[in-house]
C-alpha cells in the first residue's frame, strides 16, 4: 500500500506546483481574468495533498518528533502557504519576491523529502 500512495502524493505534488505556476504567471503577469475552476481546484488538489502526506507518514512511522526532518518539512509548508498568498495577493515587487520565495521554499521541501536530511543541498 505505502509505494501506492506514496506514488499519489507525488503526483499531487507535482500538480499542485504546476497549478501554483500556471495561477501565478496566468493570473499575474499576464493579466488575465481569473476562471472560478482554477480558483478551486488547487484547493481540493492541497487537501488531497494534505491527506496523502498524513496518510504516507502514518504508513511509514514517520512524525515530526522521530524525524526533524518532517517538522522542518511541515514548516516549510506554511512558509510557503504564506509567500504563495503574498504571492497571489500583492502587486509589484512584493509580489514577485513573494513568488520567488515560494518556488524557492516547493525547491526545498522536495529536496527535504527526497534526502530525509535538515539541509539536503
Known sequence: ??????????????ISIAFFQIRYWRFQVMGKPSQTWLKIL???IDTLLLLTGLWVAIISGFTPMNSP????????????IGFGALAMKKSGGLQFFSYLLASLTVIYMISVAMNKAIWPF
Open 1 to 14: 500500500m505505502y509505494p501506492i500512495v506514496k506514488q499519489f502524493h507525488v503526483i499531487l505534488v507535482i
Open 69 to 80: 526532518w518532517l517538522m522542518v518539512k511541515l514548516l516549510a509548508l506554511l512558509v510557503y
Open 42 to 44: 488547487p484547493h481540493g
